[in-house]
């Protein structure tokens, strides 16, 4: 099992060299790439997702299937692309067959890598996507039904959940909801 020693964990670089060594979850041995993030490591935007799905375990980068394709629209949006903000997930490995990351897989990849990560970029708005990534940040009685596109505050940091992006791919409805809170982020911006 290959644990990384916290100390050397000092840059972005670094975390990454570490994620693509990283046996210390039940994870590694079914991925193909690891998935440690990219995008701009100055940005004040930082969006965290559930997990990589199988585009993104062939690439190694996160957000590259239909729901990357969807995110990528909508930063266009609000004048963005991926090279302005960071981008990762809770988890850095597959979940076999897309199931939800267990939560000794969270804790494992948040705990050695996440909340580093969220560290060094010291992004001004964090945003989830889905409720995995928000439950990091949000009592476990909300739901995030009840408080997408609605900033909260967690330990000094803006968090701003939002659904994933998959989910407008199965139900076009949440399409024009994830594109109306999507474009609150700018407004947030502005008042941090």
Not at 82 to 107: G, L, W
Not at 162 to 173: D, G, K
Request: charged share 20%.
């Amino acid at each position: 099992m290959t644990i990384p020693d916290a100390s050397t964990l000092t840059s972005l670089e670094h975390i990454s060299t570490a994620v693509h060594d990283c046996t210390a979850c039940p994870l590694s041995p079914g991925r193909l790439k690891a998935v440690p993030g990219d995008g701009d490591p100055n940005s004040d935007l930082l969006f965290i997702g559930e997990g990589p799905g199988q585009k993104e375990d062939e690439i190694g980068r996160p957000f590259v299937g239909a729901a990357g394709k969807f995110l990528d629209e909508m930063l266009a949006a609000i004048n963005k692309t991926r090279a302005d903000v960071f981008v990762t997930n809770i988890v850095k490995c597959r979940p076999p067959s897309n199931r939800d990351p267990e939560p000794s897989e969270i804790t494992t990849c948040t705990d050695l890598y996440l909340w580093k990560q969220i560290g060094l970029i010291a992004p001004k708005l964090i945003v989830t996507l889905g409720r995995h990534s928000m439950a990091l940040f949000l009592p476990a009685t909300m739901k995030i039904s009840q408080v997408h596109g609605q900033p909260k505050r967690f330990r000094g940091r803006v968090v701003l959940p939002l659904y994933h992006p998959a989910a407008a791919l199965y139900n076009n409805a949440m399409r024009e909801t994830l594109i109306r809170d999507f474009r609150k982020i700018p407004n947030v911006l502005r008042k941090i």
